[in-house]
Every structure is written in C-alpha cells, then in structure tokens.
C-alpha cells in the first residue's frame, strides 16, 4: 500500500557571504546546526564539480559562474520546497543575488541575504592566514566591492565581535525578517 506523501511546511534560503575569512562558514554551520531542518550548504564545492574550471576571480570566469550559481540556486530551492532552512556560505557577489531572487521568487521560497564585514585590515589579515600571501591583492578587491552594498547595505553585518555574538545578531535579523530580500519576477 502507498502512503500519501505530506509536503513539509516550505523552508527558507539565506546567502551567507563575504570575503575570505570574515566567518561565513562558521556563521552557517552554527545556524543550520540550530535550525530543527537546517542545511549547511557549502557552495565553493560546486565549483569542484568542474575539472577544467576558470578561477572564478578571473573575467573570462563569468559565464561559468553563472552556471554555478544557477546550480547553487536549483538546490538550495530543492531544499526549501522540501522544508529546510537552507543557510548557503561563499564568496558570492551581489550581482549574482538576481539568480536567487528569480529562483526563491518563482518557487515563492522566502530569501535573505547576509554580507558579513571586517575592516580592511581585519579583512586581509583572516584572509591571508587562510588564502596565504600571494592572495593579498585579491582580498583588497574584494573588500573593496563591499565596502558600499548601496540598497543592500541594510544586510551588512559586522564580522568583527566574537562567533557567538554574530550568531545571535544574525538569528535575531533573520527571524525578524530585516535580511530579506524581495522576490524577482521571471518576466
């Protein structure tokens, strides 16, 4: 005998990102891990998926970026739809939040939005340590990109005080809905 299949209620998705560093994956480990159906979604692995892959720093990267990120957006939707809370950590530029919004939009997934910040200095210290020097310059680029989120900058929060301190900022932001993004139309 079949048993009807109940579709749990519908789970939201937030983009945790940020430069290298500044606590991304910290910040979605712990919020998935205290979440009832959280899901911690590494999205720098999907690049490895690719065995020819551009660095994704570089401007001949853009069209397998987006590729990436339409996959990155596919699943964190698949998870939602099925009733997780899907907190998705990289270095993900806000330009391609759009694939998100059309995404959560058109599967009427609520999405929020995280850009944790250092200061530069903090910024290239953290990402360093992990990247090594070499990666330096690359960092300054990057702090420098979000440094001004314009209309997102509601959605920036400071990297700077201690892991638990961010968490509960970030919960507390997530469930009064002030990191929300609006839905994109497909049209």
Known sequence: MLHPVTKPSQGRIAVVSGCPGTGKTTLARELARRTARGVHMLTDVFYDFIPHRIHQTLPESNAQNTTVMHAIAAAAVA???GGYDVYADGVISTRFLEVFRLAAGAAEVDLHFIMLRTSLDETVRRGTA????????????????????????PH????????EEILAHAQQQL?????????????
């Open 156 to 163: 920036a929060i400071d990297a700077s005080p201690a892991a």
């Open 79 to 81: 998870y939602a739809n």
């Open 175 to 187: 469930d009064a809905g002030a990191l929300r993004l609006s839905p994109a139309s497909a049209s």
């Open 130 to 153: 992990r990247s090594g020097p070499d990666f330096e310059a690359t960092i300054r680029i990057m702090h420098a990109k979000r440094a001004d989120l314009g209309e997102l900058e």
